[in-house]
């Protein structure tokens, strides 16, 4: 058996190796010459627990090897971005050069995988345009059953900085065009799943991965709604979701300076943008998570106006705690905003972002706290919560997080 992986970023590098882990010949193709050179000298282009091992051994094994153009395979895994554009609509333009890509080398009997995101009827769609360039194959859309080629979806479901973990331990919902080529996939995903592959079919397994994304957005947006009333009516917001969550049926998660990553502020648009009169809740999630920097840089630049020449400390720009990730960062957002306003001196610390190349000097920790008129919580680092609140006594404290209070 010989597998492809088209898209060798998050996702489709660490299936691609874990797949050769399980020594099974695995081609990766990436359209970028970097990236592909990278992993041939068994080394890897993004920051990920445990990766570079891993990539290395498959590489050195003789199990993974990449490419920029793929070649003939039992099997082709599609793990290309899904990008949503302008605030408008989905972006399927890389699945469709990956679709037309493995068009060319396709034969009777392969199946093909779509992992990324996708918007429901994506499946059917990867489909159409198999067939209209590959008129000498069936496909499961057009014959059923006794096509030549298996179709299914198969979405990622890994959190970042436990991938290689979730992508074994998790379960994987099948969404095949048919039964059997649902049955095709899960005998692929047995080959490297621990969890349960659970079949479904591609319009459910598409909405499911909406779904899973959309519901903690909606619930971060509660949390989040909870904070600016809380902050109207001088409650304490962590204290407050701390005593609900006493309660057996209550589970409210922890408010921010809103929602980052590349998934979960991008998704939930996918369901909006299909059907926008009915996904009112959804939508107004997005809005309420997307207002919150504006909200939390409004707080710092009414804190500011007390002092003459206001220094403020920014801790972290970062999407969430403990990874060097900055994609759609609520963080960096609010940084942005106050360095292109006149408000003060900002000083930004962030330990994981230390090599980055930005437009802005990141400083050490104790520096920032100790010069900061207002010192301001933009992401839960174990850096920041290891500081004692004790010692900041002098300061204005935001702490979007609630990592001290
Ligand atoms: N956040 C909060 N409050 C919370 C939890 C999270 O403000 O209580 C914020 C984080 O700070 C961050 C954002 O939400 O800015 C998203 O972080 P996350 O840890 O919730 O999720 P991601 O984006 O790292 O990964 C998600 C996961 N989805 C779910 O948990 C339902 C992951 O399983 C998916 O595979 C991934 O999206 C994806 O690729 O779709």
Not at 324 to 331: F, H, N, T, Y
Request: glycine letters at 6%.
């Amino acid at each position: 058996k010989k597998v492809s992986v088209i898209g060798l970023g998050y996702i489709g590098l660490p299936t691609a190796a874990l797949f050769a882990s399980r020594k099974i010949r695995v081609v990766g193709v990436d359209i970028n010459m970097e990236v592909v050179d990278t992993i041939n000298r068994g080394e890897i282009h993004i920051v990920e627990p445990d990766l570079d091992m891993l990539v290395n051994a498959a590489v050195v094994g003789g199990y993974l090897r990449a490419t920029t153009s793929p070649e003939a395979s039992d099997a082709f895994i599609i793990a290309v971005p899904t990008p949503f554009r302008d605030g408008k609509k989905p972006d399927l333009s890389y699945v469709e050069t990956a679709t037309r890509m493995i068009a060319d080398v396709l034969k009777k009997g392969d199946l093909v995988i779509l992992e990324s995101t996708s918007p429901v009827g994506t499946t059917e769609q990867v489909a159409e345009w198999l067939a209209a360039a590959r008129q000498d194959l069936t496909f499961p859309h057009q014959v059923g059953e006794s096509s030549d080629i298996r179709l299914a979806h198969c979405p990622e479901r890994v959190l970042p900085g436990q991938i290689l973990r979730e992508l074994v331990q998790n379960d994987r919902v099948i969404g095949g065009i048919t039964q059997k080529c649902s049955a095709e996939a899960v005998k692929l995903y047995k080959a490297v799943v621990n969890g349960e592959c659970i079949v479904s079919d591609a319009r459910t397994a598409e909405m499911c991965k909406l779904t899973e994304n959309s519901y903690r957005d909606v619930n971060i947006a509660f949390a989040n709604e909870l904070s600016l009333i809380c902050d109207q009516l001088g409650i304490n917001v962590w204290e407050l979701i701390r005593l609900a969550n006493r309660h057996p049926r209550v589970d409210i998660l922890q408010p921010g300076p809103g929602v980052g990553g590349h998934c979960i502020a991008v998704d939930p648009w996918f369901i909006v943008s299909k059907t926008p009169d009915k996904a009112r809740l959804i939508r107004m999630a997005r809005e309420v998570n997307d207002d919150k920097p504006y909200w939390v840089v409004e707080k710092i630049k009414t804190k500011a106006t007390r002092f003459k020449h206001p220094v403020i400390g920014c801790l972290g720009i970062t999407f969430k705690a403990n990874i060097d990730d900055l994609r759609e960062s609520p963080a960096l957002e609010i940084v942005r905003d106050l360095m292109a306003s006149d408000v003060g001196h900002i000083l930004v610390c962030d330990p994981h972002c230390t090599n980055m190349e930005l437009e802005f000097p990141i400083v050490e920790l104790n520096e920032v706290v100790v010069s900061a008129d207002i010192l301001v919580v933009l992401v839960d680092h174990q850096e920041f919560k290891n500081i004692r609140p004790d010692t900041l006594k002098e300061k204005i404290i935001i702490d979007t997080r609630g990592i001290w209070s």
